[in-house]
């Protein structure tokens, strides 16, 4: 794993753009798996601005949303699906047909995840996927103790995730408790991986994947075994690193 330095959020997240717009320019035809939730959002709105402003095109780019809340459709602003057309797709020349998030207001949730999978793998699987983490470990809603073998499931999701987005609703109890989560062995078929980590709250886990061992205790210490891992972490996040290294 690689790791590179940012001195805070505003960088952490201009770097992670960048990073991104080149492999876009790379390859028009990108594959891009996307991450929601706090640490992404300065990320969107700065491949935002730069479409805005350099015209870069997203016109034949797929993506791939990791996860999705069961029960809300992508009309209720706290769905993932809202939240992308808000943050990202409908400010870029992106074709809507081409993003896709698991959906979490279907009848038979079981489908969704096999068809889920199959989409990504006929559509050549993903180029690069954009992960945040939880303070727990979680990367997607792979939560502790999740297979290394998993593909896109249901989850229940632990007690210090539905805390950690209570932020975004009105009231806890409007947290759904289950999601769809791409599993750990769909992420880790991805061929590059780009790993945010921003502020203090991360700093423990951060701490983990670099020191601890590879177990399913600790979901994103799978990375370990993946090839091509990028991590841009911010120095509130790093604090622990560098005491200690
Ligand atoms: P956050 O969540 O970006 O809102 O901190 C990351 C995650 O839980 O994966």
Redesign the pocket.
Known sequence: MKIIEAKDYNKMSALAADYIIEKIKANPNLNLGL?T????VGIYSNLINDHQKNGLSYRNITTFNLDEYVGLSGENPNSYRYYMDDQLFNHIDIQKSKTNIPRGDVADIQKECLDYEKLIANQGGIDLQIL???SNG??GFNEPGTSFDSNTHVVQLAPS?LE?NARFFNSPEEVPTEAVTMGIATIMKSKQILLLISGESKKEALFRLINGEVNESFPASVLKNHPCVTIIADEAALADIKVHS
């Open positions: 991450a939730g706090g640490t992404p945040g983490i939880g979680h990367i995730t950690a």
